[in-house]
């Protein structure tokens, strides 16, 4: 059983930035992808970045150049570096993992607020 435990959101100003942590228990090298999603009020939760096991990451388009994501294999944790802040990046972001049974898993989520 794989479980993931995110850290690092809060509240931000517009043009900051903040680095969010996502421990994974279990075989890290059971886990196929690994990433993270976002869920704004109101709003269906959505792709940020997932990196398969050869750390090729697939993004949301709009995000990319802002955002950066990168797994460290000999701490088990996933990691999302987000610069230039914006209100619209205000959401509550899940990391995820799905193994290779295709079995997917979620983190509790963590609020991040961009807001003056």
């Known amino acids: 059983q794989v479980q993931l435990v995110e850290f690092g959101g809060g509240l931000v100003q517009p043009g900051g930035s903040l680095k969010l942590s996502c421990s994974v228990s279990g075989r890290f090298s059971a886990i196929r992808t690994s990433g993270w999603y976002r869920q704004a009020p109101g709003k269906q939760r959505e792709l940020v970045a997932t990196?398969?096991?050869?750390?090729?990451?697939n993004w949301e388009d709009s995000l990319r150049g802002r955002f950066t994501i990168w797994r460290d294999h000999n701490k088990n944790m996933v990691y999302l570096q987000m610069n230039r802040l914006e209100p619209e990046d205000t959401a509550v972001y899940y990391c995820?993992?799905?193994?290779?049974?295709?079995?997917?898993?979620w983190g509790q989520g963590t609020q991040v607020t961009v807001s003056s």
């Open positions: 990196m398969d096991s050869e750390s090729r990451p």
């Open positions: 995820y993992a799905q193994d290779w049974g295709m079995r997917e898993f």
